[in-house]
């Protein structure tokens, strides 16, 4: 298959690039400089020249509490982009799968989300997540959506991900005890992405690691004991206590109602993807 990666700098698209290519497609991934998704002339251009079968949109504004001061840029990156990719593969006759957020949950709810809970973004990433689904369906009646959250892995700069660097290098690390998701390793998120593609279904999906979920500092303590770090770095503080500009889901857990049903087995548990990322 051929396939057209987006964001390719990024710790998803690295992931999904990697996948792919062990499973000898051919894969085409393109970082921002070479494909700007937030230009429609330029989107619709790559698709026509490239022809894939397939579109993954990686690329995104992952700075939840930068889009708070940069708003505009946060559209136009996680809601016109996908939109502009939606339009491309439509005239190219391209599935597409592009990649929302567990942030569009407001976290009221103290079990898990699945398709069938109405959305309540809170900050300015979480509503352009949101409005990408909105703008994505509208353009291409083909598209797959995929949610996911609380993402980790090789490549990435977010908390999640660096924990086990920091652990290791015996630096304290501060966890929220109240804020609550299910982990998503970033390889097992790579092998959904790709066999979502073979499926060729649309709908929206909710991707993430199987278990119970858990809180940034359990994440945490299955991170030093995966890795045999020093728990004792770990200071467990409140979300309020980190006074950040955006606000976020209390707790953002996500079950997926369609993925059995369409013979896709369970992600594996978030706590062996945690042990699998940290022994790699």
Known sequence: MKILITGANGMVAQATARCCDSLGDEVFALTRS????????????????????AVINCAAYTDVDGAEAHAELCYEVNAKGPENLANACRNSDALLVTISSDFVFDGTYD?????????????????????????????????????????????????????????????????ISDGFGTPTFA???????????????????????????????????AVCRAGGFDESLIEPVLNHD???????????????????????SPLPDWRDAIARFVNH
Request: proline fraction near 6%; hydrophobic fraction near 40%.
């Open 34 to 53: 070479e494909l700007d998704i937030t230009d429609p002339i330029s989107v619709e251009m790559a698709v026509a020249d490239i022809r894939p079968d």
């Open 187 to 221: 390889d097992d998120l790579a092998l959904r992405l790709r066999e979502l593609l073979d499926l060729d279904m649309p709908c929206l999906f909710h991707v993430i690691n199987a278990g119970e979920g858990t809180s940034y500092l359990g994440f945490a303590e």
């Open 242 to 264: 980190l006074n950040r500009p955006a606000p976020r889901p209390a707790s953002s857990k996500m079950r997926c109602l369609f993925s059995n049903r369409l013979g896709l």
């Open 111 to 175: 079990g898990f989300y699945t398709q069938h809970d109405t959305p309540s973004p809170l900050g300015v990433y979480a509503r352009s997540k949101y409005a990408s689904e909105i703008l994505v369906r509208s353009a291409n009646a083909r598209a797959i959506i995929v949610r996911s959250g609380w993402i980790f892995g090789e490549g990435g700069t977010n908390f999640l991900s660096l924990m086990p660097k920091l652990l290791a290098e015996g630096k304290s690390i501060k966890a």
